[in-house]
């Protein structure tokens, strides 16, 4: 969602394949018709990301008991079931400590800004614009010294 508002989310594609979600997420991301990212969020489900559905209800359900967000609770099982070495994208703080207790990698949006930076797909000016963006106009919230930290790695990986 966060990277759909940040217009980036075109670029995930480049750092990562295949991409794949639940129907849930979906629903959850296209549901608000009139946010600007919609049209981004809606060709990337139309071209490059996938639809798969997690099979083993017993763990959702489970999921579900801790109050995890639908949404996560089946990108979490997917990636669980899965024999693939998964990156999981994931902001929900407790959704990101289960994918670690469960020894699933997990990335945030604040990882992918890194990474796109890192891997010279978007400028460090831009991430830094992009950070400023999340912080000041959107739910996205973090810490001063989580934000500094990401400025600085921004400045490490520009050299």
């Known amino acids: 969602m966060y990277l759909g508002k940040l217009g980036l989310l075109v670029h995930l594609p480049k750092l990562y394949e295949p991409i794949i979600t ?4 979906k629903e959850e991301l296209l549901e608000d018709q009139s946010v600007p ?8 489900f ?20 801790l109050n995890i967000h639908p949404g996560e609770v089946g990108v979490l099982a997917l990636a669980r079931e899965s024999q693939d070495d998964n990156v999981l994208i994931i902001d929900d703080l407790a959704a990101r400590e289960i994918s670690r207790a469960l020894g699933l990698k997990v990335i945030g949006t604040l990882g992918i800004l890194l ?3 890192k891997n010279g ?4 000016e831009e991430a830094k614009g992009s950070l400023k963006y999340l912080v000041e106009k959107t739910t996205f919230r973090m810490s001063t010294k989580l934000y500094s930290l990401v400025l600085e790695k921004f400045e490490e990986y520009k050299g």
């Open 46 to 65: 139309s071209s490059w990301l996938s639809i798969k559905e997690p099979e083993d209800v017993a763990f959702i359900n489970k999921l579900l008991e």
């Open 121 to 124: 797909i978007v400028s460090s």
């Open 22 to 25: 639940c129907s849930r997420v």
């Open 37 to 44: 990212e919609h049209a981004a969020i809606d060709i990337a």
């Open 115 to 117: 990474e796109l930076v």
